[in-house]
């Protein structure tokens, strides 16, 4: 009887001591402390919407211009338009979103990066699977003010 007492009260501290531990660490450390960044930075978002067509995005030949401020975080989501392979890179972001064999009709796909440097870049398509479609003119402007 005494071994069951004594295992009783052992038990009632260790359950009394995690318990002053674990409040004490929620004030030491709060929640969002607890919470991780995004890993995109917490600028602001700027979404756009690129439909495949023949060599082009959005009806257009090439494809639209692309205008965001450095430090946002740039999303594109990319949705195939027809039965050819195609996707969407910047390289000076090392962006791509379609993968390396492209997207074909109604599939979509979204991705983001980190406007991080100003300046003129071009937004094309080059698959592996159907190659350089960049050549074809299907090329977009992004502009990083």
């Known amino acids: 009887m005494n071994n069951l007492k004594m295992m009783s009260s052992t038990l009632s ?3 009394i001591a995690f318990t002053i531990v674990f409040v004490s660490a929620l004030f030491i450390f709060p929640y969002d402390s607890l919470v991780k960044a995004d890993p995109y930075g917490d600028g602001p978002l700027k979404s756009f919407t690129l439909v495949v067509d023949n060599f082009g995005y959005n009806g257009t030949e090439g494809g639209p211009t692309l205008i965001v401020n450095k430090g946002d975080i740039v999303e594109i989501t990319l949705i195939g338009g027809n039965p050819n392979s195609h996707n969407l890179r910047i390289d000076e972001f090392d962006f791509q979103v ?7 009709t109604k599939e979509t ?10 300046g003129t870049y071009n937004y094309f398509c080059r698959t592996t699977r159907l190659g350089d479609h960049q050549n074809l003119g299907e090329v977009g402007t992004l502009i990083v003010q």
């Open 98 to 104: 379609g993968g390396e064999f492209g997207l074909t």
């Open 13 to 15: 501290i260790i359950i």
């Open 109 to 118: 796909e979204t991705n983001r990066f980190v406007a991080d440097k100003r």
